[in-house]
């Protein structure tokens, strides 16, 4: 039988279960180390959930056991959290969570829901990204360090363009590129922009990047994934933690600490706690993704 504890959280109650339960084993990580991470860097990590549909990707026997996917909010959700409807291909819609505040957030934790999943745009414009995002996915033997080479590539690109990118770890072994928009855009055009820019890097450098979505083609090399730009695809949200063996966090990073990862072969990798040290010392540096408004270029 699952152990209850009853909790107050900023006014809602919740039954929150087996708190105890390890799931990190090689870390000791327990249910209830990632409901405090979650709830210590709530007030960074909200506003950039605020009103986004989430795919859940739920681990209730730890990183160690299977894990599934929750597109569909739970019929077993709390009646304060809220939804919204996203229609698939064939017609049919699903109803998506959003987590909007502290109490949905623990609820989801509490789910053993360690990874946060969100769309690029917000509720109910669902298709009107509020950015681009270019996941840079190193196929072995690359690894994090190449990605930040080719990470620094993309930043030129924008800097030509008179255009401000932010950086964040994947958590995994990846880092990706976020380009704030905030002004009318749709899908189809942000996708057809990312492309385009994927394919260029990709004829100019050959030897580490590539834009064909075939993992034979990765080999050694980093693909620029511009196939997040689509409005039925999620991206680990900044500040979700990630199923690994250690409680890894997807996290912002400056560019001068990309510049040097490069420069000094240097993995970059935050733990929670590491990201909750750099939040209290910095703030949310990943923030202007929220507000910045910059105008999509016309691709050619």
Not at 214 to 220: A, F, I, P, V
Request: hydrophobic share 40%.
């Amino acid at each position: 039988m699952a152990k209850k504890t009853a909790v107050d959280v900023d006014g809602r109650r919740l039954s929150l279960t087996n708190l105890d339960k390890v799931l990190y084993p090689k870390a000791g990580f327990t249910k209830a180390d990632v409901i405090h991470y979650y709830v210590q860097i709530a007030p960074c990590l909200l506003p950039h959930l605020q009103d986004r549909p989430i795919t859940m990707k739920r681990y209730p026997d730890g990183v160690d056991g299977s894990f599934f996917y929750e597109k569909e909010c739970p019929s077993h959700r709390p009646k304060w959290i809220e939804t919204t409807k996203i229609a698939k291909g064939s017609g049919d819609s699903i109803n998506y969570c959003m987590f909007n505040d502290l109490p949905a957030l623990v609820w989801a934790a509490n789910l053993a829901d360690l990874e946060l999943h969100t769309f690029l745009h917000r509720a109910p414009g669902d298709d009107l990204p509020t950015m681009m995002a270019f996941d840079l996915d190193p196929g072995p033997p690359a690894d994090i360090v190449l990605c930040c080479l080719v990470a620094l590539e993309l930043k030129k690109v924008f800097d030509r363009l008179d255009m401000q990118c932010f950086a964040k770890t994947s958590g995994s072994k990846g880092l990706q590129v976020y380009v704030p928009l905030n002004t009318p855009a749709t899908y189809d055009e942000t996708k057809t922009f990312a492309r385009a820019l994927a394919q260029g890097l990709e004829e100019q450098h050959p030897e580490m990047i590539v834009s064909n979505m075939k993992k034979s083609t990765r080999q050694g090399k980093v693909l620029i994934d511009w196939s997040q730009n689509d409005e039925h695809k999620t991206t680990i949200s900044v500040y979700s933690l990630r199923a690994r063996e250690q409680p890894t966090v997807s996290t912002p990073v400056f560019w001068e600490e990309v510049a040097q990862a490069a420069r000094n072969q240097q993995v970059l990798s935050f733990t929670s706690d590491e990201a909750i040290a750099r939040v209290e010392k910095h703030g949310d540096i990943f923030a202007p993704v929220l507000s910045l408004k910059q105008k999509l270029p016309a691709v050619g």
